[in-house]
Nanobody
Framework: QVRLVESGGGSVQPGGSLRLSCADSRYIFSSMSWYRQAPGKERELVAAISSGGGYINYADSVKGRFTISWDKAKKTIYLQMNSLKSEDTAVYYC?????????WGQGTQVTISS
């Protein structure tokens, strides 16, 4: 059973940084991505990366501020988030694609507040 576990969420001031991590070390996913869902809003794609790293995509709202990466040795993906804004406040979810199926983590809260 796939069990993706996210970590690294928390509360920071505007302009701060956080790094999220996500892994299920038992599997090699074909692609992985980060989504977020703010209160009262739909879940949205933040960033995605293919296993070979040849495909990386970002939402326009985070381009230049967020970086997705994949440490193959650790079977872990990261989302480095810099220059955080209040509108980045959301629950962030990791998604892994394996065998044509999508698997989700439980989510980690990110709160940007002064």
């Amino acid at each position: 059973q796939v069990r993706l576990v996210e970590s690294g969420g928390g509360s920071v001031q505007p302009g701060g940084s956080l790094r999220l991590s996500c892994a299920d070390s038992r599997y090699i996913f074909s692609s992985m991505s980060w989504y977020r869902q703010a209160p009262g809003k739909e879940r949205e794609l933040v960033a995605a990366i293919s296993s070979g790293g040849g495909y990386i995509n970002y939402a326009d709202s985070v381009k230049g501020r967020f970086t997705i990466s994949w440490d193959k040795a650790k079977k872990t993906i990261y989302l480095q988030m810099n220059s955080l804004k209040s509108e980045d406040t959301a629950v962030y979810y990791c998604k892994g694609r394996l065998g044509g199926n999508d698997f989700w983590g439980q989510g980690t809260q990110v709160t940007i507040s002064s």
